[in-house]
Structure formats: C-alpha cells, structure tokens
C-alpha cells in the first residue's frame, strides 16, 4: 500500500536546463524532385548502447519501477512555501474581472500574485506591491492559475520550457476536458492549496521536439539545432498548402521503421490522445501512462495503423527521398515551420519536465469524466429491457 503522507513536490522533478532558441523559417522548394534524383542517405541518431543484465536483476528493477509509478501515480502532494502564483487569463473581457477578484483574493493571504498585461488593475492600499503584471520572463513561481479552456492550459505549458509549476486550472472556455474547476470553487480549492493540504496530482508527459537542418557547415549528421519546443499534446507533421500527401521517414531509436505516405503524422502524449490523434483515429491512452503515440492522417496505405510506442524511445521524421512537396510541422498549434529536404525533426519524452497538473479527485476520476463529459463517451440510449414472460412457458418465434 503507497503511504498515505504526503510527498514534498519540490523533491519530485527535477529540472533541466536545455538550450532556447530563436526560430526561423526553413525555406522549402515546392517542385517536384527530378527522377534521376540520387537516394541521400538520411542522418538517423545512434541507436543507444545495449546494457547487459542479468534476468534476476532486470525482474527486480521492473517489480521496483512498477512500485513507485503506482506510488507516484496514487500519492498526495503538499505544496508548501507558495509565495509567487501566476494568473493565466483567456483574452476575454469577462475574465478580466475574475482574474482581479482571485488576485485580491489571494493578496489578502498574503501571496505575491503576477497577472497578466492586458489585465487591468488599481489596486488598493492593502495590496499594493502584491500584484504585479507578467513580464514574459520565467520568474520563480511557485503555483500557476488558468482561467479558460484547453487552450489556456495548453498556452500555460509553453511559458515554461523548463520546470513546470503546479497547474490548477479552472474552466471558463469552451471544451474543458483539461479544466477540472469549476469557477465558483476557486475560493475553498485555493485555500485548501495555501493552507498545505495534500493534493493528488497529475504528471502529464510532455514531449521534447528539436528541428535539425543540414547545411555545408554542419557538424553532426542529423544538421544543426534551429528550434526546439516542449509540447503537452502533439506535435503535428502535415502537407500544409500542397496539394499532395507528405512521405515521411520514420526511425525510432536510429533505426528505419517505415515510410509513410499520407496527409500527416501525429505525434502525441497520452494527454493528447484525446485531441488531434483522437480525430485522426488514434486510440484513447490514460494521461497516468508513460507512452507516446503515432497516429498517421488519412494515411494512403489502410494498413498504416496507429502506434503506441514506449516513452524512452527516440523517434526522428524526415522527408523521404522521393517526396513530392515539402511539409509543415506545428508544435500544440503553435510555431508552425516549412521542412524540405535535410531537415529532420527528432522527438522524445520529455522525462525531467513533466506538465503537473492538480486533480479534482483523482487522475482516474477526473480522466473518465472528462470523457463522459467533453466527448460523450459510450453515450448511448439505454436498451430497454426484455418484457416479462409467464415463468415455465416458452416465447413464441
């Protein structure tokens, strides 16, 4: 039985400290390749070294990995010490006034509240120097309010590269499959967080994506790094404006696995297997699960299947020698670029900064809700029940 005290979260993740960079465009020619093209031999990474164990040993290490994701997965965690909490706001007028009212709120407890710009606020002589606007830098905030849809939560994610803090979002938009507060709670559910009593929380999975692009003075075989992004649910591989279907090479682990040929590629966290992968006819993967899924778009081969892949595999997409157009890759929406060829996309779990994310419940709980709730799940008009019939006699055909 995982004990019932309450984990530090600090002591939980740790953080990574990789590399930001500025994007830029990669420029793409739209024309068909000659036919008497050479095949290039596509840079792939090196397979990881093979580590020998014996078999005791590997079924020791298992039984003691399953132990402490169940651990994680069903703990509690205190969040003690919050001093800085971030507000995130949908742009919309009518949140303007709940975003001050939850900020007076937590001021009068004593707490340093950042806000938005475009939030307007004259605050009083009692929270002055509380409340100050969000100046874009990755400050030391210790808890994090959103105030919107998935959309929020999912802006929330690309303000920190690095460490995550604790999210608690609170449903104000449209969908709300990631939002599991309900606005008129936010007094009881804030205090309950500031007053250090446990709560259970979800590790989301988030994806590190890295685009690689070849050039002359390129050091290493896969090109150089000219953007990487962290994302919570997928990163999307399409044909964007041409006409045609993208053909894409995919390894996993420095080896080919196949080409496909379709309108795009998903790959996705077990949290957006309820997006984009879903619609695509990818399958629904619990967010507790450590994985990363592949689901092909209208792909031209109906064999072309979706995948579940471990999370510690290292997947790379680049364009295939015989491709007739470029493609585009989005990372949550977001930050779209153009790829041609020598460009290749690597993508892993991003396993030192997971997305936490406060539960209302439970992660199980709130998850299958949420399906009832956002997506209508096995909705369906109840079948009636049989008529009863004169016991020992038998019905007529």
Known sequence: MP?????????????????R?????????????????????????SPPPTTLLPLMDLEQSSSTLRKALNETRTARISLPNIRKILIVTRPHFELESLTVEIAE??????????IGRDIQFQGSHKTAGSITHWDGVDQDIDLVITLGGDGTVLY????????????????LGSLGFLTVFEKSTYP???????????????????????????SPSSKSGLGDLVFSRKVLNEVVVDRGVNSTMVNLDLFGDGHHITSILADGLVVATPTGSTAYSLSAGGPLVHPSKSSVIVTPICPHALTARPMILPSSIDLQ????????????VSFDGRDRFELDEGSSI???????????????????????????SSLGWNVRTKQKRRPATTTGSLSKL
């Not at 020619?29 to 031999?41: F, L, Q, V, Y």
């Not at 929330?156 to 449903?171: A, E």
């Not at 205090?191 to 070849?214: C, F, V, W």
């Open 346 to 372: 690597v993508i892993r779990a991003a396993v030192h900064s997971p997305f936490p994310s406060i539960c209302r419940e439970t992660s199980s709980k709130d998850w299958f809700q949420s399906l009832v």
């Open 188 to 214: 009881s559910v804030l205090s309950d967080i500031l007053d250090g009593k446990p709560q259970h929380m979800n590790l989301r999975t988030r994806l590190q994506a890295e685009i690689y692009q070849k």
């Open 156 to 171: 929330t994610s690309s303000l920190f590269q690095n460490r995550v803090p604790p999210i608690v979002p609170f449903h």
């Open 21 to 45: 960079l500025k994007p830029r465009r990669l420029i793409a020619s739209m024309t068909d390749p000659p036919n008497d093209a050479k095949p290039r031999n596509i840079p792939t990474p």
């Open 317 to 328: 997409l680049s364009l295939s020698t015989d491709a007739r157009g470029s493609a585009w």
């Open 3 to 19: 004990s019932s005290k309450p984990t530090q979260w600090r002591s939980l993740i740790t953080s990574a400290n990789p590399t």
């Open 105 to 114: 709120f937590l001021a009068h407890r004593g707490v340093h509240v950042v």
